[in-house]
């Protein structure tokens, strides 16, 4: 069982940055693969970002690459969204997850584990 915390969101002007954060607890965290995944109102949940187990290897969603990058630190069981040049667009509220597995994926349902969501809103 892995349960997930998100924080950092809030509102930003576009062009300004944020850094989203989700903990982890539970003792397979360290050795799953993660993801960020974004949902704007109206519209499914996306797939953002993910990493996998040892953060040697990530995917972004096109339209955040440049832009966002992710990052994980096992000793802290934490993983990290720092989003850069943020648009009117990226307002969402953004989803960490947790795979079952240590590789990183992109889509909804390879992830078990989610946390309850935090606000980004970013105004023009």
């Known amino acids: 069982q892995v349960q997930l915390v998100e924080s950092g969101g809030g509102l930003v002007q576009a062009g300004g940055s944020l850094r989203l954060s989700c903990t982890g607890s539970g003792r397979t965290f360290s050795r799953s693969g993660m993801g960020w995944f974004r949902q704007a109102p109206g519209k499914e949940r996306a797939f953002v970002a993910a990493?996998?187990?040892?953060?040697?290897?990530?995917s972004y969603v096109d339209s955040v690459k440049g832009r966002f990058t992710i990052s994980r630190d096992n000793a802290k069981n934490t993983i990290y969204l720092q989003m850069n040049s943020l648009e009117p667009e990226d307002t969402a509220v953004y989803y960490c997850a947790a795979g079952q597995g240590p590789y990183l994926a992109e889509t909804k349902g390879e992830y078990v584990y989610w946390g309850q969501g935090t606000q980004v809103t970013v105004s023009s």
């Open positions: 990493i996998n187990w040892s953060g040697h290897s990530t």
